[in-house]
């Protein structure tokens, strides 16, 4: 494992976003495996200005690790919305080579097993992390038991308040989610998660240093022999 601290949270954008790019530019097919939220939004802005300075992705395929259930993609909070919105409509990825998990569905389980054949079709060369004030990765929640492939969860109340930020209301946020599963996830050839912010830094803490427990899903990556933490100062507060 690597960790990797930079002084703020711009630095720590920056340097995620030249990580991607060097995959695109070493592999002929690479696979990225992509994440929402706050944190990601700079990492796509930067992605976005290295695309206006001659990066292509035409040669791309992006797997998303989750979806909120009820929404649909033409809703503004979803997930479809906001990789459009900070990504796909500026890049020049071709349409069908973009995968986010289908939450509008009214047969879930066929939803959860056609996601599983694409990853298995494209295994993920980088996996793009957040982490969750509770630990959880992709929707991932803390739990005495971690599903290992794409299922529906039901958002813990943590997740729920914190993602009510991008609604109109909490009572706006959907309950429920489908996500990638951990085997997935840990069967990525590169994991880099991005953290910033003091609230992070006791879920980076015991994702790092902790013991490796389903009730902190990041624990995990431990197990995961090719994994970047990359933190700034404030999300490394609590590290040694
Ligand atoms: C989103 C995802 C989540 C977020 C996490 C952090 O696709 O998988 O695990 O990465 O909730 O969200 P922010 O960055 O909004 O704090």
Known sequence: MEVRVFPDAYGAALYTATLVETTIRQLSSPVLGLATGGTMIPVYQHLVQFHRRGLRFEHVTTIN????????PTDRHSYHAFMREHFFDHVDLPLDCRHIPSGATCDLTAACQAYDEILRAHPIDLQL???????????????????????????????????????????????????????????????????????????????IIGDIRTTVPASLLQLHPQVTFVLDEAAAQQLP
């Open 65 to 72: 690790l989750d979806e909120y259930i009820g929404l649909e």
């Open 129 to 207: 992390l957040g982490i969750g004030v509770n630990g959880h990765i992709g929707f991932n929640e803390p739990a005495d038991h971690l599903k290992p492939h794409t299922h529906v969860v039901e958002l813990t109340e943590d997740t729920i308040r914190q993602n009510a930020r991008f609604f109109d209301a909490e009572e706006r946020v959907p309950t429920r989610a489908i996500t990638m599963g951990l085997q997935s996830i840990l069967f990525a050839k590169r994991i880099v998660l991005l953290a910033v912010g003091a609230s992070k830094a006791q879920a980076v803490r015991e994702a």
